[in-house]
């Protein structure tokens, strides 16, 4: 979005750099991508910076206040509510929409919000890897990119980042939890994390229990589990139908980061509480009192509880709505369509969509959450999602930066 910086990057691309760019980030990151990447960096400006930074803190404040909080808890199902949950999750992603706003500059609308860990190393080592790609490109800046916010260096960033996942605990007695992780799109943000915190990705299914404490096999040793940095996704737990050697309501000897209840109470669930400009109107199912006029046109029919654009009706019909059981009405709801802007241009001449994670931590200790780096998804299809991108070049997995020292 940086007009100076775009022309002097689409001025020197080539096939050649992207792909110099992809092994690079590969060889820091220890595996390949399980996703597409883009073939450009996201160029912020000062005033879009600052527009997303503002929305994002002042959306996470909302969803914080004690009134929110409370109604938040009551989604997180029975059957999984893990004891011991924090006052506030100490990992949350806020995803925003770049939208042109009725000025013509570009601001930011609020997609979705989580309490949820991303995909935090993999961004380090992928700005890492388009500085210093961008330093061979004629017309931009010298001396490197940044992707982070709130003052932080990348030396800053990662003790944030260590001291929200580990704690103080040593790193071999910290576990990232998931599902088979090697057969994970994001194994390359687990191999990541192990490179920045020396932290292993162990499988739920793998770990063992005894009384109330857990325990992981390696190299031939049983070391005990004091902290896990919770990556199990649940709808696809309940999916895959697998056994855990541990009930997540049972009361162990383990903190979280974050703890698992964060995944149900800062969601989608938190789009109808919210009052704010960068906000789309929102509503769950149960609580409509009629249907929009402009339903299909105007609004995203989408389930509370799923990730990566699982369930999500774009162009939604009274029908559709109509066929939501009542005991599913609670969880679904019905979103104002925000219409993304093309504004990235591609070195075809062709506009990009963009969307940008905001990536907030919270040490174990500490009651504020600080913004710490970025994650961006560049869309030229219908939708973000994968399967609305196969034709396209220029769309995936990217980062926003500034040059070093910038503003």
Same mark, same amino acid.
């Given at each position: ?11 020197a691309y080539?096939?050649?750099l992207? *792909? ?6 590969t060889?820091?990151? &220890?595996?390949r991508?399980g996703? !597409? ?20 803190h002042g959306?996470?404040?909302?969803i ?5 909080? #409370?109604?938040?808890? @009551?989604?997180?199902?029975?059957? +999984?509510?893990?004891p011991?949950?924090d006052e ?10 770049i939208v /042109?706003?009725?000025?013509g500059s *570009? ?5 979705e919000?989580?309490?949820f860990?991303?995909?935090s190393?993999f %961004? ?5 890897a ?11 800046p010298?001396?490197g990119w940044?992707p982070?916010?709130?003052? *932080? ?8 980042f !260590? @001291?929200t996942i580990?704690? &103080?605990?040593?790193?071999?007695h910290? =576990?990232l939890?998931?599902?088979?992780p090697?057969?994970?799109k994001?194994w =390359?943000d687990?191999?990541a ?5 020396g ?6 299914t ?8 857990l $325990? ?9 589990i ?5 990556? =199990?996704?649940f709808?696809e737990l309940?999916?895959?139908? /697998? ?8 009361d ?5 980061a974050?703890h698992?209840? +964060? $995944?149900w109470a +800062?969601? /989608?669930a ?5 009052d704010h400009?960068?906000?789309? !109107?929102?509503f769950t199912?149960?609580? *409509? ?7 299909t046109?105007?609004w ?7 990730f990566?654009?699982?369930?999500v009706?774009i162009?939604?019909t009274?029908e559709?709505?109509?066929? =939501?059981?009542d ?27 963009? %969307?940008? #994670? ?10 504020? $959450? ?24 220029w769309?995936?997995s990217?980062v926003?930066i ?6």
């Amino acid at each position: 979005m940086q007009p100076t910086f775009r022309d002097a990057y689409n001025r020197a691309y080539t096939e050649d750099l992207a *792909l110099r760019q992809v092994a690079d980030l590969t060889r820091r990151a &220890g595996a390949r991508s399980g996703f !597409r990447l883009a073939e450009t960096p996201v160029f912020l400006t000062q005033e879009l910076e600052e527009r997303l930074v503002s929305a994002a803190h002042g959306i996470l404040d909302q969803i914080s206040r004690p009134e929110a909080l #409370r109604k938040l808890r @009551r989604f997180v199902p029975p059957e +999984w509510d893990a004891p011991g949950m924090d006052e506030l999750p100490s990992l949350a992603q806020v995803d925003l929409a770049i939208v /042109k706003a009725d000025d013509g500059s *570009l601001e930011p609308k609020l997609i979705e919000l989580q309490g949820f860990p991303s995909l935090s190393a993999f %961004e380090v080592l992928q700005a890492d890897a388009w500085s210093e790609a961008l330093s061979e490109v004629p017309g931009l800046p010298a001396g490197g990119w940044s992707p982070f916010f709130s003052g *932080l260096t990348r030396k800053g960033f990662v003790d944030l980042f !260590r @001291r929200t996942i580990l704690a &103080g605990h040593d790193p071999e007695h910290v =576990v990232l939890l998931d599902l088979e992780p090697e057969s994970q799109k994001t194994w =390359v943000d687990f191999t990541a994390t192990r490179a920045l915190l020396g932290v292993d990705p162990v499988c739920a299914t793998k770990v063992e229990k005894e009384g109330r404490r857990l $325990f992981r096999r390696k190299d031939g040793r049983r070391i005990p589990i004091e902290r896990i940095y919770n990556r =199990v996704v649940f709808d696809e737990l309940i999916r895959s139908g /697998k056994e855990l050697p541990f009930d997540f309501r049972d009361d162990l000897d383990v903190s979280w980061a974050p703890h698992p209840n +964060w $995944f149900w109470a +800062w969601s /989608k669930a938190a789009l109808p509480l919210l009052d704010h400009p960068a906000a789309p !109107r929102a509503f769950t199912l149960s609580g *409509l009192r009629g249907l929009p006029p402009d339903l299909t046109t105007g609004w995203v029919l989408k389930p509370l509880f799923s990730f990566a654009g699982g369930g999500v009706n774009i162009e939604p019909t009274a029908e559709d709505v109509a066929r =939501v059981p009542d005991g599913e009405r609670e969880t679904w709801c019905l979103q104002e369509k925000i219409a993304y802007d093309p504004c990235l241009r591609a070195v075809d001449g062709g506009g990009v969509k963009v %969307e940008i #994670r905001m990536m907030f931590f919270r040490p174990e200790g500490e009651r504020a $959450f600080t913004l710490g780096l970025n994650l961006c998804r560049l869309s030229r299809g219908r939708m973000l999602g994968v399967d609305f991108n196969k034709d396209f070049t220029w769309v995936g997995s990217s980062v926003a930066i500034r040059p070093l020292g910038a503003w």
